[in-house]
C-alpha cells in the first residue's frame, strides 16, 4: 500500500469512528429510527454524501453499533466461563465484569438496551443474532461441565439462553442505577441482587433432571 492509500485509509477509518461515536452521542436522548442522517453528519461535520462512503443507511450505522457493543461483552464472559471453575466464583467474575463493562461502555449498553426491541428492524435482527450466537458460545462452554446423557442438546441451548438473558438485563439495571442512583450502594444492590439470580439458576441446573 502506497503512502497516499495509506493515508486516505487512516481518513476514511477515522470519518467512520466519528459518524458511529456522533451517533452514540445523539442516541443517548432518542432512539434509532428517530435519528436523522443529516444530525449525525452535521455533528461530525462532514456532508450528507460523505456518510454514504461508510453506511448504506442508518439501519447499516446501526448494525454496525451492535456489533461493537456486543462484541467484546461476550467474549469477555465467555473467557470468565473457560476460566472459573465454581459456580459461585463464576458468578462472582460474570457479574464484576458486567459491571466495569457498563462503566465503560454506558452509551454502547444504553443502545443495545433501547434498540433490543427497537423500531429498527435490521437492528432488532442484528441484536437477536449477537445473542443467539453469545447463547450458543455459552452453550459450548457448558457443555463439557454437564452429563450428555441428561442434558440434551435442547436442555444446554435452553439454560444457555437463561444465562445471556439475565446478562444483558444485568446490564441494564447496572446502566440505569449508575445513571440514575451513582451512589455505590445503588451498584451493590444490582450486583447482589445479579448474583443471587445467577446462583438460583446455577441451584436449578443442578436439579434440572430431578424433577
Known sequence: MSHTSGVRQAQKEKTRRALMDAALRL??????????????????????????????DLSDLGVALVEESLGSLHHMINAIL??????????????????????HYPAHIRFIARERHGGVRPVRQAIAAELDRFADEVAAAFCPRLPAESWP????????ELYVDRMVMTATAFL????????????RRVAATARKQLLLISL??????DA
Not at 436449578?204 to 433432571?209: A, D, N, V
Open 204 to 209: 436449578g441446573r443442578r436439579h434440572w433432571h
Open 27 to 56: 442516541l443517548e436522548d432518542q432512539s434509532l429510527s428517530s435519528l436523522g442522517l443529516r444530525e449525525v453528519t452535521r455533528a461530525v461535520g462532514v456532508a450528507p454524501a460523505a456518510f454514504y462512503r461508510h453506511f448504506r
Open 153 to 160: 442438546p435442547e436442555d444446554v441451548r435452553m439454560l444457555a
Open 82 to 103: 473457560a476460566g472459573q471453575e465454581g459456580d459461585e466464583e463464576r458468578i462472582e467474575a460474570t457479574v464484576d465484569a458486567v459491571a466495569e463493562h457498563v462503566r
Open 176 to 187: 440505569e442505577a449508575q445513571a440514575d442512583h451513582p451512589e455505590a450502594a445503588d451498584e
